[in-house]
């Protein structure tokens, strides 16, 4: 089989793929989506460099940072952040950057380092910022909804609520919102038991 096809091959199985990593992650199943990232990955490493290449590992990192972040291993996952953002940046991708640190910045999120998520978050956000399509704008609706988390925490009920809302907007001009859907639903939940309603 020549290498062309192999790779055409993988890349079919990395798209699907990511569906399926995506549901096992929603459904808590991390090893399992954990164990199919790591044999995609044994796969695409072998590949030439590429901008493909890159791509598809930045993808793969950040999945592994999610779940390892997912487990609490937040070291772990900072490492596969990072490695993410570097194979993103090598791709070329700027939506793929825009997502690497938008995944540094929910660790950092997730461990309680509210100024390091915001840090994150703003370079992922004039990243984003940059693109119109619906990859742009479904990553930027999540980067709103991770900005009301944070600001939530930080007790800024006003500030919270208006990047809730824009979440939202942005949401409304998204194919696949389902999950984001779910997840502004939560917040604004968790919005009105803090500060009653």
Not at 45 to 52: I, T
Not at 94 to 120: F, P, R, W
Not at 148 to 177: F, M, N, Q
Request: glycine share 6%; aromatic share 8%.
């Amino acid at each position: 089989m020549s290498r062309l096809l192999v790779k055409l091959k993988t890349l079919i199985m990395a798209w699907r793929l990511k569906r399926i990593v995506w549901g096992l992650e929603r459904r808590g199943r991390y090893s399992e989506a954990e164990e199919k990232l790591l044999q995609l990955l044994g796969r695409v490493e072998k590949w030439s460099d590429s901008p493909k290449k890159h791509e598809v590992i930045a993808f793969i990192k950040m999945r592994l940072a999610n779940i390892e972040s997912y487990k609490g291993n937040y070291d772990r996952a900072l490492a596969y952040a990072s490695e993410a953002l570097w194979h993103a940046e090598h791709a070329g991708s700027t939506i793929e950057v825009g997502q690497a640190y938008l995944v540094e910045a929910a660790i950092y999120y997730n461990m309680g380092e509210l100024d390091k998520a915001c840090e994150s978050l703003a370079k992922a956000q004039v990243v984003l910022m940059k693109g119109d399509k619906e990859p742009y704008l479904q990553t930027y609706a999540w980067s709103k909804l991770l900005e009301s988390r944070i600001l939530l925490a930080k007790g800024d009920r006003e500030g919270a609520l208006k990047a809730l809302h824009e979440a939202k907007e942005l949401s409304t001009r998204v194919k696949h919102r389902e999950p984001l859907v779910e997840k502004i639903a939560e917040t604004e939940d968790r919005i009105n038991k803090v500060f009653g309603g």
